[in-house]
């Protein structure tokens, strides 16, 4: 982009601008219900007329969440480039940094400049920086800066009611649960989307886009070698995925190959997968408070698989040697996968709610960390996956129809149902958990001495271990 410091506003430089960003949907993959929402915004975007006569008014703003990586930016500037209008991004952070009074008239100069070059787009990437709730923890100093400059963003969203010029602003968080609720409601932030990991289908999608430019020996190979790569690399984001390829593309450079084989990009998958973890292979020099949380993870995890037995993932052996945010837990390799049943779904739901849900009851709902994140992910994915992929929901239809018209409002709808799924399946896991708790602790004991634990052990303990019955638990 070119910064607007050119244009001698100096303090707007932090803004860059350009005219159009060059970007279209077709570089956005996976995921199409979430592209075709916003195709629609677009078509409104570009014909405010013809649609403000049928009474049909855009969205003021639309905010995307999920993951880094999952391509909110990349979205962002789509919808600039696939309406051609003028596209300004600016950071959260940039905001709340420098000198006091300064957040709130950057926020105005932000505003009025896109407002000059309306219709134009806004992006506010990490919104969360400067939409934090207000009256919340102050993370990082600049609260009173922060609460400023987040009042000038409701003032100029609000203030567009009444201009004529149409300025959409899109918002991109990781963090929807920390952002302050005045943000998203009704005239502001209306259209709130969740950009998630990618399915496998997904994923595949996203590494046929990226291996455009790339030398393959032949069409054929390039297909079977995709495929081999989006069903391992599970939880990978499309920048993740993108790197793979890139990875794949230097290493073989390297050899002075022209083409990129198996090799180099199974190469590539591992050492992307090897930043996933936090830490390191021995757990020796580990403190002995993450050891316990690690223990209870893998404990309830393993517990909670004894508890569904029919489950098409029956698990080895788990230890707390690896520092991940990923669980240690492996599994078998089954075909089952190929006839799953609602309930299957549902049970898988409830077993990635784990993780999260034995660090709360062990540690407070105040006290949950990085310890239960990837789980936290995978159950919202189970969720999103029954829902939407599976043809066994309301909502499926759109999936397997490609379009979003068929149900209205499919993302809103998405959020509210997977959202029912999740409390659904906490409690359940939660009740569990507690049940089961004399088996917990104990499988949790044999790894805090050990590091290590066999399925045949752990099978062994679950079988033996009194239960709880749930009724005296809530007396
Ligand atoms: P975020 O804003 O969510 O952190 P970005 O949009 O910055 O993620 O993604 C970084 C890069 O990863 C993008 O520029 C793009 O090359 C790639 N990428 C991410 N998601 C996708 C996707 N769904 N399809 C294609 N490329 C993607």
């Known amino acids: 982009y070119d910064s607007l410091g050119s244009l001698g506003k100096s303090r707007a430089k932090f803004i860059s601008a350009s005219e159009t960003t060059g970007v279209t949907f077709d570089d956005f993959a996976g995921q199409e219900y979430i592209k075709k929402e916003l195709q629609e915004i677009v078509k409104i975007l570009k014909n405010e007329e013809e649609y403000q006569d049928k009474g049909i008014v855009c969205p003021k703003g639309v905010l995307l969440h999920g993951p880094p990586g999952t391509g909110k930016t990349l979205l962002a500037k789509a919808i600039a480039g696939e309406a051609g209008l003028p596209f300004f ?9 420098m000198f006091m009074g300064v957040a709130a008239s950057r926020v105005k100069d932000l505003f009025s400049t896109a407002r000059s070059f309306a219709p134009s787009i806004i992006f506010i990437d990490e919104i969360d920086a400067i939409g934090s709730k207000r009256g919340g923890p102050d ?6 800066e922060r609460e400023q400059g987040l009042l000038q963003i409701l003032n100029e969203m609000d203030g567009f009611k009444e201009s004529t010029s149409q300025v959409l602003v899109i918002g991109a968080t990781n963090r929807l649960d920390i952002l302050d609720p005045a943000l998203i409601r009704k005239g502001r932030f209306d259209k709130v989307i969740r950009v998630g990991r990618p399915s ?10 990226h291996a ?6 032949s069409e054929e190979e390039k297909q079977v070698l995709l495929e081999e790569i989006a069903e391992l690399a599970v939880d990978f984001t499309g920048a993740e995925l993108q790197n793979i390829l890139n990875e794949a593309g230097i290493l073989t450079a390297r050899k002075d190959q022209d083409f990129i084989t ?16 936090t830490g390191q292979e021995d757990s020796s020099d580990v403190p002995q408070d993450l050891k316990i949380r690690l223990a209870y993870r893998e404990s309830a995890i393993a517990v909670l698989a004894c508890f569904y037995p029919e489950s098409n993932r029956p698990f080895l052996e ?9 669980p240690n837990i492996k599994y078998a390799k089954t075909s089952a996968e190929a006839f799953l049943k609602k309930s299957d779904y549902i049970n898988a739901i409830v077993r990635a709610c784990a993780s999260r849900a034995i660090e709360e009851e062990m540690f407070g709902l105040e006290n949950v960390s990085w310890v239960s994140a990837k789980s936290s992910i995978e159950a919202l994915e189970c969720a999103e996956r029954l829902i939407l992929q599976t043809g066994m929901t309301a909502l499926s239809k759109a999936f397997y129809r490609k379009y979003s018209d068929v149900v209205p409002n499919l993302a809103e709808k998405l959020e509210v ?4 799924y999740l409390a659904f399946a906490e409690e359940k896991c939660k009740a569990i958990l507690r049940e089961c708790r004399p088996a917990v602790e104990m499988v ?3 790894l805090l001495e050990k590091g290590a634990i066999k399925a045949e052990q752990i099978w062994e303990i679950y079988k033996k271990a009194p239960r709880i019955p749930q009724q005296a638990v809530n007396e």
């Open 212 to 217: 455009k430019n790339k030398f393959f020996r």
């Open 89 to 97: 991004a600016a950071n959260g952070t940039e905001f709340v940094e």
């Open 318 to 326: 788990t230890d707390i040697f690896s520092v991940s945010s990923k």
């Open 139 to 144: 993370i990082g100093g600049g609260g009173a």
């Open 417 to 420: 149902l997977c959202a029912a």
């Open 262 to 277: 198996r090799e180099e990009l199974l190469e590539s998958l591992n050492r992307q997968k090897g930043t996933f973890k």
């Open 200 to 209: 496998r289908v997904g994923r595949l999608a996203i590494l046929k886009v």
């Open 444 to 446: 949790t004991e044999v």
